[in-house]
């Protein structure tokens, strides 16, 4: 089994809808992010939570929320949606006191989602 | 504030050919350096870090990089390319203070030619 899933891993909606995408995790990391990424622009750092009461904004956190229900889970909400926000998106988590100082980030599979 | 530069969006190289792609970073603090790689419909895959020592890594699937801080650089490479090697490669920094977070270049696409 995957040890970081996302679901749904695609969805349509329509303009002004409320989204949930939403991440698991079995890695037992303290760390979660969310990334959107778009053609040409890389990935951009959405929202990031380094544990269940410690949620911070990113580069490009307007438009979504976000929700640490535990360690193992953290969502990400779009409250009304608008084709702009047409993207994939991408959760990651890392652990330092097991992977190092080095942080190095696991990425699920990603969500494609299309605003109309 | 760290920022990533990766040189061509696109790259084509023949089978058997040397695989480069650019990576150049600004940071004030020495980085943590990264290369991800995304094959079509899938998430990313680590394929190789430089945190500290040894200034040549090696990844999986053949593939290298060497961190130069004069240069500013981390640039991927592999002596001979596979066609299962054609995916997107992102080139990644993260500083050792503060929000610890990757920072992403903008992705390479490799096509590997027959």
């Known amino acids: 089994d995957a040890d970081v899933t996302q679901t749904p891993r695609n969805r349509i909606t329509k303009t002004g809808k409320r989204i949930m995408l939403e991440c698991s995790q079995t890695k037992g990391h303290d760390r979660m992010y969310w990334y959107r990424q778009d053609p040409g622009l890389g990935l951009r750092l959405i929202y990031y939570?380094?544990?269940?009461?410690?949620?911070n904004k990113g580069e490009i956190s307007d438009g979504y929320s976000v929700s640490r229900q535990a360690q193992a889970k953290f969502s990400l909400s779009l409250e009304s949606a608008i084709p702009n926000q047409t993207a994939l998106y991408f959760c990651?988590?890392?652990?330092?006191?097991?992977?190092?100082?080095?942080?190095?980030?696991?990425f699920g599979p990603g969500t494609r989602l299309t605003v109309l | 504030a760290q920022s990533v530069t990766q040189l061509g969006s696109h790259v084509s190289v023949s089978e058997g050919a040397l695989v480069l792609l650019r990576c150049n970073y600004s940071s004030s603090v020495p980085p943590y350096l990264f290369w991800y790689v995304q094959y079509p419909n899938q998430g990313l895959q680590l394929l190789l870090k430089y945190t500290t020592g040894a200034t040549l890594v090696k990844g999986i699937n053949g593939f290298e990089a060497e961190f130069k801080k004069s240069e500013t650089s981390f640039h991927l490479t592999k002596p001979s390319a596979h066609m299962s090697d054609a995916a997107e490669y992102f080139c990644a920094v993260l500083m050792d203070t503060g929000r610890r977070a990757l920072t992403f270049g903008s992705g390479t696409r490799l096509q590997v030619q027959p």
């Open positions: 939570s380094f544990d269940v009461k410690d949620i």
């Open positions: 990651a988590t890392s652990d330092p006191l097991r992977g190092g100082s080095t942080d190095t980030q696991y």
